[in-house]
């Protein structure tokens, strides 16, 4: 009895607060005692309420109930649950905002196969139903694994913007079609981190696999003059290296990003301003789409959040570490939750600030709260993580103006769900990189005789220009751009509109 009671208290909350010809509307699931359903449903079409679907092999019902049938379930003793029947919605192929942004869809990649692009990260799942028909190869790295594993998520991520295929399923790459050849080589372990020779060796394992575009979503503060001269080196052999600014937010260098073989890319967001925590150098040279980007994670990893309040759907991130399941319940302001929240069966509405989101969902639990919703206190949409830390129910991230609507909505029904998916979306430099490493080898396909300083050249006067004019140490020379790099280079050549190469970089570039 009480379990039926507490299911419905959110329920009897909005019909009773929006009157039966709104409740009419809401379409709930009614669980009967084994052998009861026939004459309950009877009993709940005598009082209004609307057969919608029998499911008889489950001892279940769907209806659409006025407020007093619904209230009167709560004090029925033949009624194990009742619960919303939750929408579903067909689940399509989306384009990431990035890739439009970088005009990627704007140029063909049918001649991509006569290039290489080798991704340097912690692996590549060769099973996943968005990646798994490209043409790729790898390499193992002593220590680290199977190339086609990634048990640090981050590489598959870093491979799907580059090439995820245009299959009706999950995402599309820069390159969506299939000929672009990708190479992998795994230099991180399960705990995400390697060493400056591993990345000088996968670099040589890199160009033996004849890659003429390396990708480097990594880096690190100091300096090796070693991992400097192996990718001058390889840069007067013709490899285009693209690597990473950094994530601290700062103006202090990252390395190889910042090394002048090496293009150095920050991060911007959908708006097209540079990310907060982008490093902003004098070795910044391109921006790339940084923030929120939905790409591939390796199978069945990814949280797949959906949240309504209200009847009312809204995007949602599930908070890394949170645990799957669904959960309903009446909306409860529980501030920035700082001090447990008296939210007994009911979903907690906290916003970011002060505390971790850990001891937020935390302090949601110690209430009785029954799920999490954090919103943001900034700009934009809240991608966090729960850390180490275990909690028992579903947490999600919303942006600060679904935020502030759903303060508005306070005491209405609001569902949260998380399940298993295989997208994500991940912040940092390293999600522009392979927005750049995409575009440069879709570019050079198209002009495969021109040099790697040449196509660095066109990408760099092609960009986008934002921030201040002219190049800066937040954007460099401004957004990548595919389409404007290909008309360049069909209206002046590989030598380009001052008959000059690329490569400058630096003080000297300004």
């Known amino acids: 009895m009480r379990a039926i009671e507490t299911s419905l ?138 190339w086609y594993t990634d048990e640090n998520h981050h590489g598959t991520h870093v491979a799907g913007t580059i090439a995820a295929l245009n299959n009706g399923t999950g995402v599309v790459g820069v390159n969506p079609n299939g000929n672009l050849n990708l ?69 202090r260098h990252s390395y190889p990003a910042s090394y002048n073989s090496v293009v150095s890319v920050a991060a911007i967001d959908s708006n097209k301003v540079v990310a907060s925590f982008s490093q902003k150098t004098s070795q910044v040279e391109l921006a790339g789409p940084g ?26 991130i599930g908070l890394a570490g949170s645990p799957t399941g669904t959960a309903s319940g009446t909306l409860a302001d529980c501030g920035t939750g700082e001090s447990t929240c008296n939210a007994n069966g009911q979903i907690c509405l906290i916003q970011r600030g002060v505390i971790s989101f850990a001891e937020k969902v935390q302090a949601c639990e110690r209430g009785g709260g029954v799920a999490a919703i954090l919103y943001n206190n ?3 949409p809240l991608n966090g993580t729960l850390g180490d830390v275990q909690t028992s129910i579903p947490s999600v991230g919303v942006s600060d103006t679904d935020g502030q609507a759903m303060l508005g909505q306070l005491g209405t029904l609001a569902s949260v769900s998380i399940g298993e998916g295989n997208y994500a979306y991940f912040d940092g430099t390293s999600m522009a990189t392979p927005h750049v490493a995409g575009v440069a080898a879709l570019v050079w396909s198209h002009y495969p005789q021109c040099s790697n300083l040449q196509i660095r050249a066109a990408l760099r006067t092609t960009a986008q220009d934002l921030g201040v004019a002219g190049r800066d140490d937040a954007y460099g020379y401004g957004l990548v751009q595919a389409k404007a790099a290909v008309d360049y280079l069909a209206a002046n050549g590989c030598g380009g509109a001052g008959g000059g190469g690329g490569g400058c970089k630096g003080r000297n570039c300004k």
Request: glycine share 10%; charged share 15%; proline share 3%.
């Open 378 to 380: 900034v700009a934009g």
């Open 183 to 251: 190479h992998i080589i795994k230099v991180f372990n399960a705990d995400g981190w390697g060493y400056s020779s591993s990345l000088v060796a996968a670099l040589d394992k890199c160009e033996a696999a004849g890659a003429k575009v390396i990708n480097m979503s990594l880096g690190g503060a100091l300096k090796s003059r070693t991992e400097d001269s192996a990718f001058a080196a390889a840069e007067g052999r013709g490899v285009l290296s693209i690597a990473a600014a950094g994530n601290d937010g700062n103006t």
């Open 291 to 316: 923030v929120g980007v939905l790409s591939s994670v390796p199978m069945g990893t990814a949280l797949v959040a959906s949240t309504a309040v209200d009847a009312r759907a809204y995007e949602s």
């Open 9 to 146: 208290t959110a329920m009897l909350t909005l019909a009773l607060v929006s009157g039966a010809h709104a409740a009419e509307q809401e379409r709930y699931i009614v669980k009967f005692k084994a052998g009861k359903g026939p004459s309950e449903m009877g009993q709940l079409k005598a009082q209004g309420g609307k057969l919608a679907l029998e499911l008889a092999n489950h001892d279940a019902a769907a209806f659409l109930l006025p407020a007093q049938a619904l209230k009167g379930l709560a004090n029925n003793p033949n009624v194990e649950y009742v619960e919303l029947d939750a929408k579903r919605y067909p689940l399509s192929q989306t384009v990431p905002y990035g890739i439009p942004m970088v005009q990627a869809n704007l140029v063909s990649d049918s001649k991509a196969s006569n290039t290489t692009v080798c991704i340097i990260d912690s692996g590549y799942d060769l099973n996943h139903e968005d990646l798994a028909n490209n043409h790729v190869t790898g390499t193992n790295d002593s220590g680290t694994g199977n």
